[in-house]
């Protein structure tokens, strides 16, 4: 490479010195997307690991090594709240998949090939709004005299209004639900290209039942998708602070809520306490998941 | 011939029996009244272009597709309502159709094991299959580390496993590269043989319908065009698109100029052609197709005299020529435009015509066929 464009070089008098520039920075074009990765991702996460352990003072925090957000952290409500919020979240993965991924399945089946990519971009439809003003809208809905309760008591379905509806867990759970199911149809849709075109047919020449074409077929091939998917709802589900806000109340919130309450109080190194524990929670989660499905399989496509 | 451990079927009747059948979607027709019979223990094939109906047909025997008209019968009973499973038939599809988590053994023991048999008979079963099509040594593989034509076996294995005693088989080489079709074609006629089952075959390759077919039937637009053994649809084609879509046939238009006893003069190209009737209804004035096998066609020159006029043969002038190894294939134009090949075997170096150089091109007279549609 370097003999050849050497000699072209030669060739053209006037280039000879703005070719080995180019040359030389052409590598750094491949380097670009480590340095970004480096620079916005590795060093904050390493950093938010070396705040937690700083002292707090007044404003703001200072060097030193204590780990006192730590203990904060593990001995009070805080990590009840935590537990609570990753119980719940799986809660919101598990009703996501019930919900999302039939529908991802139907898609790639019922729908002609064609059209696919359109049913699927639907799905993206209600992010053209913005988040905080679609789950805020959530709160007139599920509200004790809300939509919901007035509808179901008009029917005579019930007598009273559901009161748990909104600043509860479940409310955080239908506000994550509604938020984050289109990702499981998302994932589902990818994960489903890992099934051969004509399974199905060979499904019904076998006499393979719907249960059992679920769990021997599907279920094996699309797992890596379905796992990535879940992790992503999780992490938001643990993560995002909105919805607990909106949603939540006494506490019905979340990591990412718990992070949020430190900064207002002016705690940080509580707040990168939380965040680095959340960080370790989900790398481990992510770990255990590639042992067991290989998640590079999700980006391989089916020879 | 038949597999006599099937007590539920009736041995007189024919495997498969298609009555009227049309399919239709919209306004689409995929199938027009399609009316065939294939005997038990036969090696059918539907051979015809890319969407002209035939893997539609074979899905509807194999209970894919519902038809909107007409009837199939298997084994004299009808199964017009029978989900693929409950039919006594399996399919084969051209590739992509193995289970990828699967092993060899489990993809071939998973019909099977659905169906509940214990798991010691279904041991032996696949052990049998796999060794019917050659893959005893990969049964501990998975798909992808196994070749196309490996993947293909794996597909015949699951389907003769089943016991069942038609198979379908839906271009099952054509994702396979031409060598490795050659090979397959001989094992899949070899393998039906040793099998004793009705196979029918889908594909759009007339070498392959002619290596492994008893007989062959020609789909096109939805029609069934015609059928009968490999060597009759070659050499006497009834029909002019068998004659175009099978072997390499010059296909001549003219008129008929007279129409007397067993044979019919047809004016071509200012020639006039002498055509055997075959029973067909001909009148002065009507058009119609001749068919010649460019195997068939001899290429002379013309010096001067030797003008035709045996009805056998007629003047063109020379184009080019074409050497394909074991054949040449010697172009000729006739005054109307209309291009014949002769087709030979010979690999002298003997001076060709030179372009343009009138040229006589004649024929036996059994070689030329008339079709009236």
Same mark, same amino acid.
């Given at each position: ?98 919900? *999302? =991924?039939?529908?991802?399945?139907? /898609?790639? $089946?019922? #729908?002609? +090939? %064609?059209?696919?990519?359109?049913? @699927? ?66 994932? *589902? =849709?990818?994960?489903?290209?890992? /099934?051969? $075109?004509? #399974?199905? +047919? %060979?499904?019904?020449?076998?006499? @393979? ?95 | ?373």
């Amino acid at each position: 490479m370097a003999d050849l464009s050497s000699s072209a070089g030669g060739a053209v008098p006037a280039g000879t010195d703005k070719t080995p520039w180019r040359e030389r920075l052409a590598p750094w074009a491949f380097r670009a997307p480590l340095i970004f990765m480096v620079a916005f991702f590795a060093i904050p996460m390493a950093m938010t690991v070396v705040f937690s352990v700083f002292e707090r003072t007044m404003f703001w925090m200072e060097p030193g090594f204590t780990l006192f957000s730590y203990e904060n952290f593990f001995f009070s409500a805080r990590l009840t709240n935590f537990l609570n919020s990753m119980k719940y979240s799986l809660i919101s993965v598990a009703i996501c998949f019930v919900f *999302g =991924f039939p529908i991802a399945v139907f /898609v790639r $089946k019922s #729908i002609p +090939e %064609v059209a696919q990519h359109r049913v @699927v971009l639907l799905f993206i439809l209600p992010f053209m709004v913005s988040e905080i003003i679609r789950v805020f809208a959530l709160r007139p809905v599920l509200q004790r005299n809300g939509l919901v309760n007035t509808t179901l008591m008009d029917l005579g379905i019930i007598d009273e209004p559901i009161t748990a509806l909104l600043y509860t867990h479940t409310g955080v759970v239908i506000g994550e639900v509604l938020s984050f199911l289109p990702f499981i149809v998302f994932s *589902g =849709f990818l994960a489903m290209e890992a /099934v051969p $075109k004509y #399974i199905f +047919e %060979v499904c019904d020449d076998l006499g @393979v039942g719907p249960w059992r074409r679920f769990v021997d077929v599907i279920l094996p091939l699309a797992a890596p998708g379905i796992f990535a998917g879940s992790v992503f709802i999780f992490v938001n589900g643990l993560g995002v602070a909105l919805l607990p806000n909106i949603l939540g109340g006494a506490g019905a919130v979340n990591a990412g809520l718990i992070a949020t309450q430190a900064i207002t109080a002016l705690d940080f190194p509580l707040a990168m306490a939380v965040s680095a524990i959340m960080m370790a929670t989900l790398t481990t989660l992510l770990w255990i998941g590639h042992k067991l499905f290989d998640l590079t399989k999700i980006l391989t496509p089916l020879s | 011939m038949t597999n006599g451990t099937q007590p539920m079927t009736d041995q007189t009747a024919p495997a498969v029996e298609v009555r009227n059948l049309s399919k239709h979607y919209g306004d689409f027709v995929a199938l027009k009244n399609v009316n065939v019979t294939i005997a038990a223990g036969e090696y059918f094939v539907l051979l015809g272009p890319s969407g002209g109906g035939k893997t539609t047909l074979l899905r509807t025997i194999g209970g894919f597709h519902k038809p909107t008209k007409g009837e199939i019968l298997l084994h004299g009973k009808s199964v017009g309502h029978l989900p693929p499973d409950k039919r006594p038939t399996t399919m084969v599809f051209q590739a992509y159709a193995l289970f990828p988590h699967m092993t060899v053994t489990q993809n071939v023991g998973y019909g099977l094991k659905v169906a509940g048999l214990p798991k010691d008979q279904i041991v032996e079963k696949v052990d049998y299959a796999l060794e019917q099509v050659g893959l005893s040594q990969f049964t501990h593989r998975k798909p992808h580390e196994l070749s196309g034509g490996q993947q293909q076996r794996v597909q015949l294995a699951r389907a003769i496993v089943l016991d069942r005693d038609i198979l379908l088989l839906d271009e099952p080489l054509a994702a396979l590269d031409a060598q490795l079709r050659k090979d397959m074609c001989l094992e899949l006629k070899h393998l039906q043989e040793k099998v004793g089952i009705t196979f029918i075959h889908v594909t759009h390759n007339q070498e392959e319908a002619m290596t492994v077919a008893d007989r062959i039937a020609l789909i096109a637009n939805g029609d069934l065009v015609e059928f009968g053994k490999a060597r009759d649809i070659y050499r006497a084609p009834e029909k002019s698109f068998t004659a175009s879509f099978v072997g390499e046939n010059n296909m001549l238009k003219g008129r008929v100029a007279e129409a007397n006893g067993s044979s019919v003069t047809v004016d071509v190209a200012g020639s006039k052609l002498t055509v055997d009737k075959r029973g067909l209804n001909v009148t002065d004035g009507q058009e119609v197709n001749l068919s010649i096998r460019s195997e068939c066609v001899a290429l002379d020159r013309v010096n001067g005299t030797n003008a035709p006029a045996d009805g056998l043969s007629i003047l063109g002038t020379y184009d080019e020529s074409v050497y394909l190894g074991l054949t040449t294939s010697h172009m000729a134009r006739l005054p109307d435009g209309t291009e014949m090949v002769s087709r030979v075997i010979s690999d002298t170096d003997d001076t060709l015509p030179e372009a343009n150089a009138p040229v006589r091109l004649s024929w036996k007279p059994g070689d030329i066929r008339l079709h009236v549609e």
